[in-house]
């Protein structure tokens, strides 16, 4: 038996008895024990399978940009992000626009706005759409990475990474989202078109906010593995499976509101199995990365 064949052998096994990613797992710890980090391998691999929970934050600082490849010097690197970190909140705590009662995520929304030039004159100040969507994303992160200067560095570099990376990319989303679902399922489609929802579903739910405060971080962080490492169109293909997955219910609702309001608060239950079937239906229509040599 040739390495390949045992390995795929070992792969299947492994999938019967419930170990499926122990290979990955290992795949992945050869990766991080280079000296060197290769960000392309690490981009398919974390396109590829989802990543394991021990190394997830690790991985996403280095795709993020918050480390650098170089293993040596990330200890360096964190210390300066840490200095960066108090150095802000000082700043905000002189300026008394936080305090020791201000929520965290609104501490770390405070920091971004000062950071990026944009610190209101007064805390009270209503908050802007931007500012809903930061805030929804960095409850989301607060509920993933325990400590508090990686958790600000991961939001503010994933938000920074939407805004940028992914500014002419995200208001495609609702269209690509309507070619896709007529593939999968055009009567359903229909429907919508139908119900004049089409245009009213929840776009920024899905897309601006990545459905944080939609799925629960367990599932959603499987997503984020996917936007982290180089692609927002996963969204739409769990945007579409949301819909396949509850296709009776919306069926049976007959005006936009009633389907809006149902797919802004969709059961949490189903939603381990949407994000698999979610990633299945992204690799079927997009194709698997290949690791490069």
């Known amino acids: 038996m040739t390495e390949d064949s045992q390995r795929n052998f070992r792969s299947v096994y492994y999938e019967k008895v419930g170990f499926r990613g122990v290979e990955e797992k290992k795949s992945l710890e050869i990766l991080l024990k280079d000296d060197r980090l290769d960000i392309e391998?690490?981009?398919?691999?974390?396109?590829?399978?989802p990543l394991p929970?021990?190394?997830?934050?690790?991985?996403?600082?280095v795709l993020l940009g918050i480390l650098p490849p170089h293993h040596?010097?990330?200890?360096?690197?964190m210390l300066y992000r840490k200095e960066q970190y108090c150095d802000v909140l000082h700043a905000l705590k002189v300026v008394r626009c936080v305090t020791e009662a201000t929520p965290q995520v609104e501490v770390?929304?405070?920091m971004y706005q000062l950071e990026s030039g944009k610190l209101p004159r007064s805390p009270s100040f209503p908050l802007e759409p931007e500012d809903e969507v930061f805030l929804a994303?960095?409850?989301a992160v607060e509920e993933m990475v325990e400590d508090s200067v990686d958790c600000y560095w991961i939001i503010r570099c994933f938000v920074n990474q939407l805004n940028n990376k992914y500014r002419e990319s995200l208001p495609q989303l609702p269209k690509a989202f309507e070619q896709y679902l007529n593939l999968e399922d055009s009567r359903l489609l229909s429907h919508l078109k139908t119900c004049s929802a089409l245009s009213k579903l929840p776009y920024d739910l899905w897309f601006k906010r990545c459905f944080a405060g939609c799925l629960p971080e367990s599932s959603l962080q499987r997503v984020w593995d996917k936007v982290v490492s180089g692609s927002c169109k996963i969204l739409v293909f769990v945007a579409v499976e949301i819909l396949l997955t509850f296709k009776i219910k919306v069926m049976a609702l007959n005006s936009a509101e009633k389907i809006t309001k149902f797919l802004e608060n969709i059961p949490q239950d189903s939603s381990d199995a949407i994000v698999s079937k979610a990633i299945d239906l992204w690799h079927k229509h997009c194709g698997t990365p290949v690791h490069s040599a």
Not at 41 to 49: A, D, G, I, M, N
Not at 53 to 60: E, I, K
Not at 72 to 77: C, I, L, P
């Open 53 to 61: 929970s021990m190394y997830r934050a690790l991985v996403w600082k």
């Open 72 to 77: 040596e010097s990330h200890a360096q690197v």
């Open 137 to 139: 994303i960095a409850k």
């Open 108 to 110: 770390y929304l405070h």
């Open 41 to 49: 391998k690490l981009c398919t691999f974390s396109q590829r399978f």
